[in-house]
């Protein structure tokens, strides 16, 4: 099959690409695009460092051929922040000693993040759930779930604190 020409929204931007008919879109992420945080880690499905959110849905990218993006909206670990400020899971991540070495982390923060965007009051299993495809070799899972617990509240907060603001129906 001939190369393809391939548009997606890229962390909220259009991109484009050619993609070979065998190129996945971890490798498009990585090699195409230099958008390293997705991991390579299996390559074969199993350990979920390389999730990214496609059209809102965790995804892990080593399984996904590029060309079945074609119009699809992805979301990279490299598009959670707000420049310098750390989405909220990033930095309960970072506040609760979520992180060793690392190599799991932007999968967890794609697994946890596409849970809380689905669910803003998750409970522990539903985390250990929503985690139960990313495979962590140092932390023992316990900070990653009371971390995403953590953003759960702070989402939540976050959420009733600008309600308080601009109360529903508010006018400027
Ligand atoms: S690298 Fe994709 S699941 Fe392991
Ligand atoms: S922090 Fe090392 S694999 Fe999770």
């Known amino acids: 099959m001939p190369s393809q020409i391939v548009t997606l929204t890229l962390n909220g931007a259009e991109r484009e690409l050619i993609a070979r008919p065998s190129m996945t879109l971890l490798t498009a992420l990585r090699e195409t695009f230099g958008l390293t945080g997705a991991k390579r880690g299996c390559a074969q499905g199993g350990c979920g460092s390389c999730t990214v959110l496609l059209d809102g849905r965790p995804v892990v990218s080593c399984l996904v051929p590029v060309v079945t993006v074609d119009g699809s909206s992805v979301e990279t670990i490299e598009g959670q922040a707000d420049g310098e400020r750390l989405s909220d899971v990033q930095q309960a991540f970072v506040d609760g000693f979520a992180t060793q070495c690392g190599f799991c982390t932007p999968g967890m ?13 998750p409970t522990r299993q539903d985390v250990i759930e929503a985690i139960c495809g990313n495979v962590c070799r140092c932390t023992g899972y316990e900070p990653i779930i009371n971390a995403v617990l953590d953003a759960a509240r702070r989402r939540r907060q976050a959420a009733s604190d600008s309600e308080e603001r601009e109360p529903a129906g508010a006018e400027r």
Do not use: C, G, K, V
């Open 109 to 121: 923060i794609m697994s946890a993040t596409a849970l809380l965007d689905r669910n803003p009051d």
